[in-house]
């Protein structure tokens, strides 16, 4: 059972805008959260990270949310680009596991 | 500039055959991953190693084997191909320490088992 879940699978958006991308993970344990993008026939590339005892983290256009009640996590980019057009996985970890839980990724498009 | 080096972007098999998927990092991480990448499953981790010969199962291990006989080399092995093994296979690696932190991944392996 995936213990993180991007409900989305596409996002499409217009260039300038902002493309909000969702998460929901459901083990309490997980206290590190990591954003990943990938291009086609590329790895993914590490984006942006959050910590548990961070309600936001931001770098740039990019800005990571975390709602630890709800076990919700978000990552506005502001504003989007055509090159932020790719594959967005969300990723979390537990205390001392050496593992990443994956989502199932969003595609986002970004529309000129 | 550091690298994780997969040596095959793009493989096709028959039912059966033995595989081998190689992984090089030159970042002198103690861990290292195999991940495979499928529509709509997203990242799946198949086996994991933290230090030199040393391996731990991820969430589908089956029909995988993994080797890690130096610090910076470590193998996938599918003993015996199937088609459902059909796959994008991610190679990564990473420091140890409190957070398991940022994964630098490979470019992919593209596996096709006819």
């Known amino acids: 059972d995936q213990q993180v879940k991007q409900n989305s699978p596409s996002l499409s958006v217009q260039e300038g805008r902002i493309s909000i991308l969702n998460c929901d993970y459901t083990?309490?344990?997980?206290?590190?959260f990591l954003w990943y993008k990938k291009y086609p026939a590329e790895g993914p590339t590490f984006l942006i990270s959050?910590?548990?005892?961070?309600d936001k983290n931001e770098d740039g256009r990019f800005t990571v949310f975390l709602n630890k009640s709800a076990k919700h996590l978000s990552l506005h980019i502001v504003p989007s680009q055509p090159g932020d057009s790719a594959v967005y996985f969300c990723?979390?970890?537990?205390?001392?596991?050496?593992?990443?839980?994956f989502g199932a990724g969003t595609t986002v498009t970004v529309r000129a | 500039d550091v690298k994780v080096t997969q040596s095959s972007r793009y493989l096709v098999k028959r039912t059966g055959e033995k595989v081998f998927l190689e992984c090089v990092q030159d970042?002198?991480?103690?861990?290292m991953f195999w991940y495979r990448q499928d529509p709509g499953l997203g990242l799946r981790l198949i086996y994991f190693?933290?230090?030199?010969?040393?391996?731990e199962k991820g969430d589908i291990p089956e029909g995988y084997s993994v080797s890690r006989e130096k610090k910076e080399r470590f193998s996938l092995i599918l003993e015996s191909a199937s088609t459902n093994q059909t796959s994008m296979y991610l190679c990564?690696?990473?420091?140890?320490?409190?957070?398991?932190?940022?994964?630098?991944f490979g470019e992919g392996s593209r596996l096709t088992v006819l």
């Open positions: 990723a979390a970890s537990a205390p001392y596991d050496y593992k990443l839980s």
């Open positions: 083990n309490s344990m997980f206290d590190y």
């Open positions: 190693s933290y230090d030199v010969k040393m391996k």
């Open positions: 959050i910590s548990s005892i961070k």
């Open positions: 990564a690696s990473s420091t140890s320490g409190r957070y398991t932190g940022e994964l630098f």
């Open positions: 970042m002198d991480h103690e861990n």
